[in-house]
């Protein structure tokens, strides 16, 4: 080890502790902004953003006019405006979580959004949760928050089996999206495949006063339609969701090597009902999480308060950002090991937020389902501090980062696992950005009957890593992200997450989907006019790659395009469209440090 790098190691440490310290005592933190903003009481027009504050395409999502419905009623009404002047619409949470545009309607404006359009928002649509305890179900408004779903089902004494591990959503956004945990039991991990109603407010005729409610039940034909439809299909009211007797689980963390990663996760995924594994590539380390369930009445009161979701002291999220970013502009791969092995260390030592009680003593961790499944304290807090918020809000100018989610057959991801480790294995500090993040996330979705649901058992991937702040700025080692990300979406034909993923992971899921026509089929009987559309949503739907990711100077930059000229890169900066190095049909921008180089490895 070099003395910089010692140097800068025992600076990150310096700051876990001070983080880990914090925590201990406050969880505090300034609210999320709103992410609508309307000016002049909405007579101005509104502004959409992501949790994030940045699309992927940086441009702003501009709408004429915004409605907050309070009631199913108000929702009717809402929808009937907009058919009834030809407006463009959509519907948006008070979250806004999802990363891609889903949620911005055309109506003229470039970058989505403009004079047609309008947004329906559910920020104050979320009060209603109904429980039927013998039948096993809750019924709640499209509005509410799943903290406040659960919180509610758990206080009955159930359970919801699956949800997101982040929690900052509402329900009617987060089947809208496919949203998951990890499983291949029962129902599985995915939310959509618990569901069993869905209420859809869509456009009616004239006769009928312009807009309707449909109620949607399991036997109805446009059930495996409705229970998964990207906000393309109407207004979300209410959702019917199963549900199961309280349980417990019992949660152990294995930080081992990762040697036999690509033999093991089957069996992992079958042998305990909520295990995932966190890869860390550069660090040769797999983290098999243990987790099954466990009877109600089983000691212990633990939760799993996920490190990357509690607060952040904001003036460590921007000395974090402000190191990362000099170890960027410097090309010091080794500073970001360095990163990346203090994070981790972090991370091992407390459990990454698995706490016994309030502070981590042991495994196993064992608590309510309520407890264990989802987290987010980052956004809620008994008295909000201006020191500290979610680590990524956009406010604070902390974290920018991309994130690609690729969800592949589970046959063909143990292949997967062997290409990455061959392109790990030329040069494993090129894998050290990914690792500052939380590695490669490995969960398990069931396959489920829902169009644009998964059709096999499946095996999702998330990874994250260093976005620039702006979009001409290319990143160290972006060859290597784009070409996992083209091995997964090319090679092996892995399906991006709806709610994830820079705009080229999306160019071609028209042909992996089979049942998609089906899907197009029900949006014509319930939207004719095409109301719920936008040039985003229709062209992925549709197909086609120059609708979702046009390319241009620089597109390859930001995961707009994938590169076949040496301008979608940065030529000025030193960085040509190349071939992959393991998936040679890949094309991605590498640096190379004179124009004679080919290859940095
Ligand atoms: C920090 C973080 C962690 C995450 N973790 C996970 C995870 O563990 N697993 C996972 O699968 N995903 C995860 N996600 C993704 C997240 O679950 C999805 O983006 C989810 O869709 C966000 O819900 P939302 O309420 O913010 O929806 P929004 O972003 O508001 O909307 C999402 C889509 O649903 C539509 N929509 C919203 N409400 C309605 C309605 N009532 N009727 C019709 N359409 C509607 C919108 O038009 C849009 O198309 C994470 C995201 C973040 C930012
Ligand atoms: C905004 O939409 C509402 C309907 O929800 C309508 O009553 C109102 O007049 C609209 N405002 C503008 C400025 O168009
Ligand atoms: C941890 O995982 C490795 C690899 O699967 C395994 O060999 C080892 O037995 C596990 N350790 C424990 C304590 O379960």
Not at 82 to 88: G, I, M, S, V
Not at 261 to 281: Q, R, V
Not at 432 to 461: E, P, T
Request: charged content about 20%.
């Amino acid at each position: 080890m070099t003395k910089k790098m010692r140097t800068v190691k025992v600076q990150f440490t310096w700051w876990w502790l001070q983080i880990l310290a914090v925590q201990l005592t406050l969880i505090h933190a300034i609210p999320p902004a709103a992410p609508l903003q309307c000016q002049d009481g909405g007579a101005g027009g509104c502004t959409l953003f992501n949790s994030y504050g940045v699309w992927n395409d940086r441009r702003d999502c501009r709408v004429l006019n915004a409605t907050y419905p309070k009631t199913e009623q108000e929702l009717v009404s809402a929808v009937a405006y907009a058919n009834k002047n030809k407006l463009k619409v959509k519907v948006v949470s008070k979250f806004s979580h999802t990363i891609p545009k889903l949620a911005c309607p055309d109506g003229g404006g470039g970058g989505g959004g403009g004079r047609n359009s309008m947004l329906i928002s559910t920020s104050e649509y979320g009060s209603g949760i109904e429980i039927d305890e013998a039948g096993l179900a809750v019924t709640v408004d499209a509005g509410v928050g799943l903290r406040q779903l659960i919180d509610a089902v758990e206080a009955a004494g159930l359970s919801l089996a699956a949800s997101p591990y982040w929690e900052g959503v509402s329900v009617g956004g987060l089947i809208s999206t496919g949203s998951h945990g990890s499983s291949w039991w029962g129902r599985g991990g995915a939310v959509h495949d618990h569901v069993t109603g869905v209420s859809l407010v869509v456009p009616a005729k004239p006769s009928e006063g312009y807009a309707k409610v449909v109620r949607i039940g399991e036997k109805d034909p446009l059930f495996n339609a409705a229970r998964l439809s990207l906000g393309m299909l109407g207004v979300i009211s209410k959702v019917t969701l199963s549900l199961e007797r309280g349980f417990k689980r019992s949660i152990t963390f294995n930080f081992s090597d990762d040697s036999q990663l690509e033999e093991i996760f089957m069996s992992h995924a079958k042998e305990n009902e909520f295990g995932d594994i966190t890869w860390y590539p550069s660090r040769h380390t797999a983290v098999y999480r243990y987790d099954n369930r466990v009877p109600l009445e089983s000691a212990g009161d633990g939760s799993f308060d996920f490190l990357g979701f509690q607060a952040n002291s904001i003036l460590i999220s921007k000395s974090t950002r402000a190191i990362e970013k000099s170890l960027e502009n410097s090309r010091n791969a080794k500073g970001k090991c360095a990163m990346a092995s203090t994070f981790i260390g972090a991370k091992k030592l407390i459990a990454n937020g698995l706490k016994n009680g309030l502070i981590f003593t042991g495994y196993p961790v064992v608590g309510r389902q309520g407890k264990m499944q989802s987290s987010g304290s980052c956004l809620y807090s008994p008295s909000y501090r201006i020191d500290e918020s979610c680590a990524w809000d956009p406010r604070i100018k902390g974290l920018s980062f991309y994130e690609s989610t690729a969800i592949f057959p589970a046959t063909k991801f143990a292949d997967f696992i062997r290409d990455v480790k061959k392109l790990r294995d030329l040069n494993p500090d090129n894998f050290c950005g990914v690792d500052i993040y939380n590695g490669f996330l490995i969960r398990f979705i069931k396959a489920s009957q829902a169009y644009l649901g998964q059709s096999a058992d499946s095996v999702v991937v998330d990874f994250n890593y260093y976005r620039a702040d702006d979009a001409a700025t290319p990143r160290l080692n972006q060859d290597v992200w784009e070409e996992v990300e083209q091995m997964a979406f090319g090679k092996y034909g892995a399906r991006p997450h709806w709610a994830k993923n820079r705009d080229a992971a999306f160019g071609g899921v028209k042909g992996k989907y089979s049942n998609l026509g089906k899907f197009v089929e029900a949006k014509r009987q319930l939207d004719p006019a095409n109301l719920f559309s936008s040039g985003w949503s229709e062209g992925m739907i549709a197909g086609e790659a120059a609708a979702v990711a046009a390319k241009g100077e620089g597109c390859a930059l930001e995961g707009r395009c994938v590169c076949s000229d040496d301008s979608h890169c940065s030529p000025a900066k030193g960085y040509l469209c190349k071939e992959g190095l393991v998936y040679q049909e890949a094309r991605v921008c590498r640096y190379s440090s004179s124009s004679s180089f080919t290859s940095t490895v």
